[in-house]
């Protein structure tokens, strides 16, 4: 999902996780509705949300972080996300608030990732971190859909985005104004959507 | 020999200070609550203790057993059908809610159980005590409470750092929205910390109601005194509200021993001084 | 450059003038109804003034707190030591006021250092400990109370009268300074804070300072509510005075009106509504009157043995109020056949002493006590 600034991306996803009330329409989730279904509950479905800036628990340690995260059901245990990252093992017992921000985000898709989701909501991977902690982050997205898990991507940063995943959507002013394979789509047309030129014209 | 004894006694008249503090500061951890109403339940527990007391013939230890989980039921309650709706409001509101609570709360005592004052029968737990000396010597039910203080700082202390609904409560007082995404049902957490909060307001209530009578106006002052050690130890720490207790309690107790009517003064001045030098108090500690 | 920012709009203008001739009714009272009437609105003022006050603090400088009391406390005891003093009572319901606004400064230094919640709880500590240093003074009446002396002189109706100017005045300048801070730069300040505290500061608003006014303010405020309340029942108890009961009731008039709106269009300038409100509010401290024993309880609205008031024909009533005033002297009976009289007794625990006056029998005949005020 790529869209300008104030395109209702992070709009779209926190109504998606059950933060905000949609003002009209439903969201179905596994052929079952969940409009009014509140955000833990639909946790407990798969629905797990990486939210913007990370909000991680500041005076909790890492590794209690990742705890309040964790389901019963869910396969994902502490050791699995820290095989996930190796680094966190060392660092276990530290406050969040040390990591890098590259680190923090770790932490939090490590902490949706414990409930056992279904369908990952990224919200502004690369939002503040360096170019190489992007890289990193996204070098990871491929080992996750292997888990069988769908990812909806939110990101303002195009080509990264579009980089890895199967279906793009563009969003303007809260309507998607184009959608389709990454490949498929020519810059031209994506920088039409991203910017609303097609409107104008 | 006279100071000595003073501050004895005020290290555990501090306890039950704590003990009416555990409560309010974890509320106010939690939820950025500050329950107005704090006092005014402790003293509703002392009647509750009484009734269940003069009705079952059990003695005052006993009573605890049933007037805590109660209050633990009202707590969640309290929390889930008034406080969660005013939270969603307002902070001005939530506190505007909690001052409503105060007031309807006295003057449903005022009129259920009128304005004399009781005390609950101790029984042999009041009249006992260790003589060290000739001078100084210590009340078994002053210990008890001293050492009830200890206990739930020691257990929520405990239940905070290592149970995963402690560990939930923690995050959602970090961050309730980020709580929610992590699967946390907040509001339940919410109302699980007030039980928590309100059941160590229940043995607050009962204890104060051994030491001292109390009134339906009672609970004002109980308010103060709590609010007093939470901010004097420091926000957010429970050691720092033990010592916050501890602290006022001999101040209270010292400034008693100077003239009869100084001790509350005291106190207060203390807690002004404190905030005046320390405003984050004397240990304070990252928020709970 | 300079920009020009209007917030008065035309229909302010004609409130204006509708408020000022309310004024002018509300001042010509004391000739038209009898002092029982006048001092009900007395405590209507009072709670008014108050309800004002902290709508202003906490509505619109965001500070709640429920420490007002301090300030009610030390305008009436400054009234006090005053008067011990040979100071008019009535002249130093001014002095009070600066006093207690000079008096907020220090206190307004330690209690800020508390945020939000905190603050609210630090206010009552520092009402708590003003009303237990109080009472450590014997000269101030310990807390037994102390009553008012100056006004001995004074004919019972003349002073009610008097009274009810005052408080009158009180509230038409708590009004008109709750209404001209808002229109100021000032309020244009605290409106931006009230919005967004990061936002003002960025565009060089002083948060801290424009508070503190504000809390300076409503301090005075207090401090003249204070000194019409020991005033009006010609004495002051500690406790009373002092309790956090006055805090629910400014809370409680300022939420029925609505916290943070303005006091130009503010159903508190409404006196029906209100009266109805205050009504119900007007408080009955026997339960704080803890050395007054007898029977505590919470009375309903007016207390339990209000009778209803038989009002006297209008031309009766136009006539005799004034003739009462002028001619001093003990209060005659009016022209009515019957006529509900009051005065104010400090000796019994009943403050206000109604005598119902026959026309054909004298003496007046002691009735019941109607309704107890500020006790």
Known sequence: MIGANGAGKSTLLRTLAGLHQPAAGSIHFAGREITHLPTHARVALGIALVPEGRRLFPSLTLEENLLVGARRSSAWTVSRVMELFPWMGARRRQLTLNLSGGEQQGVAIGRALMAGPRVLLLDELSLGLAPAAVRRIYDLLPSLLAEGMAILLVEQDVTQALRVSDLAHCLLEGRITLSGRPRDLSPEQVEAAYFGLAARA | MAWLNAVVQGILLGGLYALFACGLSLLFGVMRVVNLAHGDFAVLAAYLGLAVITGLHVPLLWSTLAVAPLFAVVGYLVQRLIIQRSLEVSPLTTLLVTFGLSVVLQNAMLEGFSANSHSLPSGWLAAGSFRLTPQLSIGHFSLIVFAAAVVVIVSLQLFLSRARLGRQIRATADDAEAASIAGTDVRHVFGIAAAIAFATVALAGLAFGGYSSFDPGAGTQRLIFAFEAVVIGGVGSLWGTLLGGVVLGVSQALGAQVDSGFGVLAGHLVFLAVLAIRPRGLLPGRVT | ?375
């Open chain 3, 1 to 375: 450059m300079s920009v020009r920012v209007t917030r008065s709009r035309r229909p302010a203008t004609w409130s204006g003038l509708a408020s000022a001739l309310v004024f002018v009714a509300l001042l010509s009272l004391p000739y038209l109804v009898f002092a029982n009437v006048t001092s009900l609105l007395v405590n209507l003022f009072i709670l008014l003034v108050l309800a004002t006050m902290w709508n202003l603090l906490a509505g619109y400088a965001g500070l709640v707190s429920v420490g007002q009391q301090a300030y009610l406390g030390l305008g009436a005891y400054t009234v006090l030591v005053l008067a011990q003093n040979g100071v008019n009572p009535f002249l130093a319901i001014p002095v009070a006021i600066a006093f207690c606004a000079v008096a907020a400064l220090p206190i307004s230094l330690l209690v800020f250092r508390l945020r939000n919640e905190y603050f609210a709880i630090g206010t009552w500590v520092v009402a708590e400990a003003f009303q237990l240093i109080t009472v450590r003074f014997p000269q101030l009446g310990g807390g037994t109370g102390a009553s008012l002396p100056g006004l001995g002189g004074f004919d019972p109706a003349l002073r009610q009268a008097f009274t009810y100017w005052a408080a009158l005045a009180v509230l038409a300048a708590t009004l008109l300074a709750a209404y001209l801070l808002l229109r100021s730069r000032l309020g244009l300040d605290l409106t931006a804070i009230r919005d967004d505290e990061v936002g003002a500061r960025s565009v060089g608003v002083q948060p801290a300072r424009a508070k503190r006014i504000v809390y300076l303010i409503a301090a005075a405020g207090a401090g003249g509510a204070g000194a019409l309340i020991i005033i009006s029942q010609l004495n002051v108890q500690a406790a009373s005075v002092f309790s956090v009961q006055w805090s629910a009731y400014m809370i409680f008039v300022a939420v029925i009106g609505g916290v943070g709106t303005d006091p130009g269009h503010d159903p508190l300038l409404q006196p029906p509504a209100v009266a109805g409100g205050a009504r119900r509010l007007v408080p009955d401290h026997r339960r704080d009157g803890r050395g007054a024993g007898g029977d505590v309880r919470a009375a309903g609205p007016l207390g339990r043995d209000q009778r209803p008031l038989r009002p006297a024909p209008v031309s009766d009533r136009l006539l005799a109020a004034p003739t009462r005033l002028i001619a001093g002297g003990p209060a005659g009976p009016p022209a009515s056949t019957r006529a509900l009289n009051c005065r104010i007794s400090t000796k019994t625990g009943c403050l206000q002493r109604c005598k119902w006056h026959e026309l054909d029998k004298t003496p007046p005949v002691n009735v019941h006590c109607a309704g107890r005020s500020w006790g």
